[in-house]
């Protein structure tokens, strides 16, 4: 069945250091990747979006890499500021045969001042 | 970018009444919206998704008499929870998906938080 598995420990980070999240995929051959940002009881905010034929997308501080070899996504904050702190999911999209979003459980990032 | 409202953001009710939950495009048409259920600490799972004028597609495992989607306009989908119970208490997320000029992205509500009792 398709999995999508990130890490499920919270990651402490000091600030101004570079947070890393992994999101690691199995069984699905998705056309794109999506991060969001997750605020405790709050909806999804999109960040990134990147393609099957893309390797790197940046957006200010942020970066996503995005390995269909490995069946992986990176995602890096840079300078990483207490208000980084959140939930951050990886969603996979397939968009053939109707339009649909499988979401990971997310991982937790605190950033201390 | 577009914005996606959801009413109400909270709600409590008694077991076995049914509650409706609005999901409103506020400055594009959407053809197509999505609900989602969020339990504490786990993913977003995808209940159904609701095409503008015809019978939403339910993922499995989510009856569709119980959880009623209607999307009777490019800018408006309503879930309603019929007979709730307790189970049934969950943070309720809708997505519209903003398609024209081909665009993928996703706008989520700011969910609504249901509370049987």
């Known amino acids: 069945s398709q999995k999508i598995e990130q890490n499920s420990e919270a990651l402490n980070i000091q600030e101004g250091k570079t947070a890393t999240l992994t999101c690691n995929y199995t069984?699905?051959?998705?056309?794109?990747l999506q991060w969001y940002r997750q605020d405790p009881g709050r909806g999804p905010v999109f960040l990134l979006l990147?393609?099957?034929?893309?390797k790197e997308k940046r957006k200010e501080r942020l970066k996503v890499t995005f390995d269909t070899t490995l069946k992986q996504s990176l995602f890096h904050i840079t300078a990483s500021q207490p208000a980084d702190s959140a939930t951050y999911l990886c969603?996979?999209?397939?968009?053939?045969?109707?339009?649909?979003?499988?979401f990971g459980a997310g991982t937790r990032l605190f950033v201390k001042a | 970018g577009a914005v996606v409202s959801q009413h109400p953001s909270r709600v409590i009710c008694k077991s076995g009444t049914s509650v409706k939950i609005e999901c409103r495009s506020l400055?594009?048409?959407?053809?197509?919206m999505f609900w989602y259920r969020q339990f504490p600490k786990q993913s977003l799972m995808l209940m159904a998704t609701?095409?503008?004028?015809?019978?939403?597609?339910?993922e499995q495992g989510v009856e569709k008499d119980k959880f009623l989607i209607n999307h009777a306009s490019l800018t408006l989908s309503t879930l309603t929870v019929t007979s709730a119970h307790p189970e049934d208490s969950s943070f309720y997320i809708c997505?519209?998906?903003?398609?024209?000029?081909?665009?993928?992205?996703?706008?989520f509500g700011p969910g609504t938080r249901l509370t049987v009792l």
């Open positions: 990147i393609r099957e034929n893309e």
């Open positions: 609701s095409n503008e004028g015809s019978k939403a597609t339910y």
């Open positions: 400055d594009f048409q959407a053809t197509t």
């Open positions: 997505s519209a998906r903003d398609a024209t000029g081909g665009g993928n992205e996703q706008f």
């Open positions: 969603a996979l999209v397939k968009d053939t045969g109707g339009f649909k979003t499988i």
């Open positions: 069984n699905y051959s998705p056309a794109y």
